[in-house]
DNA sequence: AATGAATGAGCCTTCATTCAT
DNA sequence: AATGAATGAAGGCTCATTCAT
């Protein structure tokens, strides 16, 4: 079983993606961790606290992950955005809210400790984002590219795909409820776009063409 | 001068967009607003009710516009594209930041009458960017693309961009106050960028590279 | 009736005199009122608010009684001391236990801003006292004396004998309730030492044996 | 080393002098006597209990000292207040701050056992002061005197004196830290002046103008 | 004997709203 | 129509204490 610390930064993740940092009460909070109110303040210090806990509890893995495929020697540069896309589609549209916690808070134009520590995380995994890019554009694989704005791009729309995936079944005119938009699908169907959008975007176009 | 109801709702589409709904107190409304604390129940009946009056108040011109764009007969497809490219970038990046209040409070997962209400004003205006995508397909003049994603990318890249603009000054390690990254250059350069990630993987690669 | 307002500072007074001003809650201070908690926050801003305001709002009373004292042409010093010491005996004795709360927490050495306005009231109480004293001494109907700390006798002794009345009854082993410690002997009581005190430390012998 | 009873007992006089017993927390106290917190309740029962046991860890010595005065056989009457007035000044402004904690909280109109503990002490010394007072006058060698109100007096002046040092040196318009407040430099001061009115009020007018 | 973890009650304050005018 | 006053509920947090070890 989960230790109390533990409980509550999973209730956390939960709570915070679903009703934001501010809708979300530390009796919330203690009541979906099934832990006494004054826990919060004793493990965390206070409610904005406990929020960059779970960042930074969240952060590390992020960053590893995205290091590790970096340092891939043998991979060629459309292989890495391909890995990219597949790993950060997983991890926002998975049970795991973190990253649409991260982009929310961070919209929010107050300036704080909070705001600056996810500015931070988010800031060091656009690091190694941008890597990925401009080793593809420096081996002449890539166009030239804005490489700051195609993240903009890979982040942007997964966000907004998941955030809006009831909303696409809407536009199409399906049950929300069907088969074909379960979350396996809907994922697939968004990493292969991104990919293929990539791949027309960063090659040149004979290589499209071939 | 506005009337009262007016700066209410001038007053809430700003410190929404700073602090989001929770965030925002009616008590900080009432002092931005310059009116007294009573009057938002009394014209609005509620927060809530505010909310969702701002939605109303700033829907119709979001889709008035786009609607204009569709019926421009004489454009052809990629020139749509462009101009939607255009006024929706100047739209979120504008004073006016209706569009990121909006995408917020979309990304909880509340549901609510607030939240069906901004449902469904974006997906009426994803509806209208649909089909500038979809007649440039059925002109052969697009690729055959997955166009709700399409619109995911549209909107979530602008939406990424504008958020994290000061981020990307720090990733590329400028001051943000320097001349370059002021609004117009910034946003400019979005609008080139979005331009040309459209034009990449969008038209036959034929058409690029000529 | 009194209003609102005046009702917080009638049980402020009371409640902060018998329970202190950290024994005191907000809930205490509101039910003794018969006002809603939340009052105390919208009249005065904060509880340590309302002390200050408590403050200032005896403290203009208590000065003016002193300067009237000060600027009677007539009266000759010892006439002087003698309304000092039945004005200041009747202030703190009576139902008002303003002074008290005063010299109570003005002995905590927390420095806030509390403290500070407290500090600043005494003070100007003081300064006035010491007038009285001083001109008696430049008139040489007094002695040279330590006027500073005869001020500390004056109010300290006044203080004491108030606090530990019960104790007073307790050491001669009287019952409290009998008649002879009804409040208006004791402080009849404390009036005559106070001024015999005076008389024999402030006159020369010549005129004391006199 | 003092074992963690007395680390207690040791903190908790500090804090209560400095912040009062409403203002001073068990987790105040835990750290300042670097001991775990739940160390008080174990040891003393609870916070209440606490301030008992230092009233009773204080008291004894309190009291030994005044009636080691009073059994001084060969010293004459207005000696014996001289060496009260030492011992006392002494007490309440050394660093061993107890005297001012056992009268803040007696100025609390709050019945309860710790008031009733603290009232039996002051109690008893006051009996102790009473006694040298009125051998003195038994022996015709002071003026016939309210002994229980010049007990106000010498416990008032001292405390107040004590509790507005830093006012005093606003009133005569000096810098605190200035050499002449010094901590002893201010204690002779209100010893002599004590010892001159008890002088000047206790003997006879004829031995005042030898 | 000693303690870190945990608790329920209570703290002060602010909330969105409604009342009386 | 418009508002200052007033409210009960809920906010985050700290309290003295107790539990399990």
Known sequence: MLDKRDQILEAAEELFAQKGFE???????AKKAKVNVAM?????GSKEKLFE???EYRAA?????LQLINREE???PISKIEMLIDFYVDRI???????????????????SEMHNA???IILRNAHEMRKIIQEGIRKKVFRKMDAEMLIA???GTTMQATNSKEMVCKLIGSDPQKFSFNDTRYKNRLKNYLKDLMRTTLLYSKKQSA
Chains 1, 2, 3, 4 share one sequence.
């Open 23 to 29: 809708g979300t009460s530390v009796r919330d909070l």
């Open 40 to 44: 919060i303040s004793y493990y965390f």
């Open 53 to 55: 806990s779970l960042v």
């Open 61 to 65: 893995f992020l960053r590893e992950k």
């Open 74 to 76: 043998v991979l060629d």
């Open 93 to 111: 549209t998975s049970q795991s809210r973190f990253s649409r916690i991260l982009h929310r808070e961070l919209s929010l134009q107050q300036r």
């Open 118 to 120: 996810i500015a931070d």
């Open 153 to 155: 791009t890979l982040v």
